[in-house]
Nanobody, 120 residues
Framework: QVQLAESGGGLVQAGGSLRLSCAAS????????MGWYRQVSGKQRELVAG???????TYADSVKGRFTISRDNAKNTLYLQMNSLKPEDTAVYYC??????????????WGQGTQVTVSS
């Protein structure tokens, strides 16, 4: 079983920065594909950024050049550095882990979310 706990959200003015953290507990973290998602009330959850076990990253077009995803496998922690924040970045941000089992089945784990609010 994997447990994920996000932190680092809060209220920031437009143009400011925040760094989100996602601490993972449980079994192996280093081989998991990790990602940050966000959700605005009434809308679907969307991918913000993802990172593979080998460090390959992907970003939503809306955050490219402003957000950076990274991971520290030694600390079992995922990060999202968010710069030049805009009001439209306001959302609840979730951490997700995807684990591949010995039989190639995929298991998905989510954190509880952290609120990010960007004021104009």
């Amino acid at each position: 079983q994997v447990q994920l706990a996000e932190s680092g959200g809060g209220l920031v003015q437009a143009g400011g920065s925040l760094r989100l953290s996602c601490a993972a507990s449980g079994r192996i973290f280093s081989t998991d594909v990790m990602g940050w998602y966000r959700q605005v009330s009434g809308k679907q959850r969307e991918l913000v950024a993802g990172i593979t076990s080998t460090g390959i990253t992907t970003y939503a077009d809306s955050v490219k050049g402003r957000f950076t995803i990274s991971r520290d496998n030694a600390k079992n922690t995922l990060y999202l550095q968010m710069n030049s924040l805009k009001p439209e970045d306001t959302a609840v941000y979730y951490c997700r882990a995807v684990r591949t089992g010995w039989d190639k089945t995929l298991s998905y784990y989510w954190g509880q979310g952290t609120q990010v609010t960007v004021s104009s």
